[in-house]
């Protein structure tokens, strides 16, 4: 089934530098969302775009989709060490009816 | 309740042992979906509910793994005769309606670690 792919797998910043990663799939989607997750725990939903959007903001995130490349990408801008843990894209829909499908996620550390 | 609760957070076994983990939705939350997440890996889907019916249970490992759904509310996730390979966080997650259209509240996890 559709799987998501993050890029880069891990991401080194300074705070108060924008961070930016990717995600691509290979097939048709209805959404794509992104979540973050801290200490391998639980996962938090960040922002939701729907295949028809191309541009999303959430205070200091911004995502946009490109559906001709098949591509999303999530920026976060005047990063806060706070903002260090692990980023996923999961996606909805095409081949993964009914539930999302998450790739290996980015691991994105914010030097204080 | 306010979150999705899951128990217990942690769990050592030895192998070979069966264990049953816990997954309390949000209240009013038909949708139930759980995950498997291995040290440093993605997550990977194991199987998700609406209502008490399991749509999908494509991602069950084997048939060690079965999991039910009571009242359209809590799910319980059993794995039997557990094996080293098994030690993972396991995830829950509840939505209203479909989830993939609104987005997943997941729980803290159980870690299981199998001795």
């Known amino acids: 089934s559709q799987q998501g792919e993050e890029d880069p797998q891990a991401l080194s910043i300074q705070e108060g530098e924008n961070a930016t990663m990717n995600c691509s799939y290979k097939t048709s989607i209805n959404n794509l969302q992104w979540y973050r997750q801290n200490s391998g725990r639980g996962l938090v939903h960040l922002i939701l775009i729907r295949s028809n959007e191309r541009e999303k903001h959430s205070g200091r995130l911004r995502v946009t989709l490109d559906t001709s490349k098949k591509s999303s990408s999530l920026l976060i801008t005047a990063s806060r060490a706070a903002d260090t843990a692990s980023y996923f894209c999961?996606?909805?829909?095409?081949?993964?009816?009914?539930?999302?499908?998450f790739g290996q996620g980015t691991i994105l550390t914010v030097h204080p | 309740g306010a979150g999705v609760s899951q128990s217990p957070s942690n769990k050592v076994t030895e192998k070979g042992k069966d264990v049953e983990l816990r997954c309390d939705p949000i209240?009013?939350?038909?949708?139930l979906y759980w995950y498997r997440q291995s040290l440093g890996q993605g997550l990977e889907f194991l199987i998700y509910?609406?209502?008490?019916?399991?749509?999908?249970k494509s991602g069950l490992p084997s048939d060690r793994f079965s999991a039910e759904r009571t009242g359209g509310s809590v799910s319980t996730l059993t794995i039997q005769r557990t094996q080293q390979e098994d030690s993972a966080v396991y995830l829950c997650?509840?939505?209203?309606?479909?989830?993939?259209?609104?987005?997943?509240?997941f729980g803290s996890g159980t870690r299981l670690t199998v001795v």
């Open positions: 209240s009013g939350h038909t949708a």
């Open positions: 997650a509840s939505s209203s309606g479909t989830g993939v259209y609104y987005g997943y509240t």
């Open positions: 999961g996606l909805a829909g095409g081949t993964s009816y009914g539930k999302l499908t």
């Open positions: 509910f609406q209502g008490n019916s399991a749509p999908d």
